[in-house]
C-alpha cells in the first residue's frame, strides 16, 4: 500500500487549497481513506474520511463547512478541497487507508497505513 500526498503549499487566511492523495498498492474502492493533520506540539487530528462500505463521510468539527472530501476510484485518488483557510489549519496533512471498517474514524489509532505527509501553511 503506497500513499502519496501532493497540493500542500503557503497560502494566505482566506484562501484555498486542494490536497491530493494518490494511492496503490490496493483496490481503493475497497478501503476506508481519509484525511488527518498535525500540528507542532499537537496530536494528530482527524480532518474527514470516508467509510468503505457505505461510503458515509465523516468531519472533524473544526473543518465542518470548509473542507470538502472526495474519492474517484477509477484514478486511484482521494481529494480534500480546503476553502475559508485559517492560520489554525496550519498543519502537515497525511492521507490515510484501511481496509476494514474504522469504529472511531476520526480517530489516529483506528488506521493503519499513512502517507508521508504535505505541510499545508496558512500565514499572511
Known amino acids: 500500500v503506497q500513499l502519496v500526498e501532493s497540493g500542500g503549499g503557503l497560502v494566505q487566511p482566506g484562501g484555498s487549497l486542494s490536497l491530493s492523495c494518490a494511492t496503490s498498492?490496493?483496490?481503493?474502492?475497497?478501503?476506508?481513506v481519509g484525511w488527518f493533520r498535525q500540528a507542532p506540539g499537537k496530536e494528530r487530528e482527524g480532518v474527514s474520511v470516508i467509510s468503505s462500505n457505505d461510503g458515509k463521510i465523516y468531519y472533524g468539527e473544526d473543518v465542518k463547512g470548509r473542507f470538502t472530501i472526495s474519492r474517484d476510484d477509477a484514478k486511484n485518488s482521494v481529494t480534500l478541497q480546503m476553502n475559508s483557510l485559517k492560520p489554525e489549519d496550519t498543519a502537515v496533512y497525511y492521507c490515510v487507508a484501511d481496509p476494514f471498517v474504522v469504529v472511531a474514524p476520526l480517530s489516529a489509532a483506528e488506521w493503519e497505513y499513512w502517507g508521508q505527509g504535505t505541510q499545508v501553511t496558512v500565514s499572511s
Open positions: 498498492g490496493f483496490t481503493l474502492e475497497s478501503y476506508a
